[in-house]
């Protein structure tokens, strides 16, 4: 039985929010994500390190977050699915959309996840949150990947609905798209 005396403190930044828990030593970082944060867009699968649903990015590198202890994480910044809406893009219009009422985070979504509702991208949707925050730094890093290249860099991502095919042609269209090209961050 674990005692206060035993818990560690952890202080992190997560989206830019500050966040600080006292957690027990084994506590992973999924787990601490999900279960004492509430930030649960990010997913957990395998729990050991092969479907990548649970990617998140720490100082901006995709890491699996089922692999590392909440406590690893101390001192640092981190960025999950829920950090992907661009708060500066509530009021970009959007042309053709049918104005029904929708959450401020569905209107603000990171022209990477526009990119997976154009082209649907996503079926049941399990996996997405690992393959954005996966595909986010790889997008960024290699701005003239080829189909190839970024099938090479979700081999660590599972999907088990779509196929694939769908989710490359959201990252080719976000490679290609200028538009989308000004509005990344990070
Ligand atoms: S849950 Fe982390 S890689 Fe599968
Ligand atoms: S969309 Fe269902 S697992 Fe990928």
Redesign the pocket.
Known sequence: MTGAADLISVRVDVNGTIYERRVEARMLL?DFLRHELGLTGT?????????????VLLEGDAV????LFAAQVDGHRLRTVEGLALPERVDVPHPGRVDVPRPEAVDNLHPLQEAFRAHHGLQCGFCTP?ILMTLIPFLEEHPDATEREIREALS?N?CRCTGYQNIIAAALAYLEDPAATGLREQ
């Open positions: 999924s997913h957990v699968g395998c729990e050991h390190g092969v479907c990548g649903v649970c990617t699996r977050s089922c692999l690992g660590g599972l």
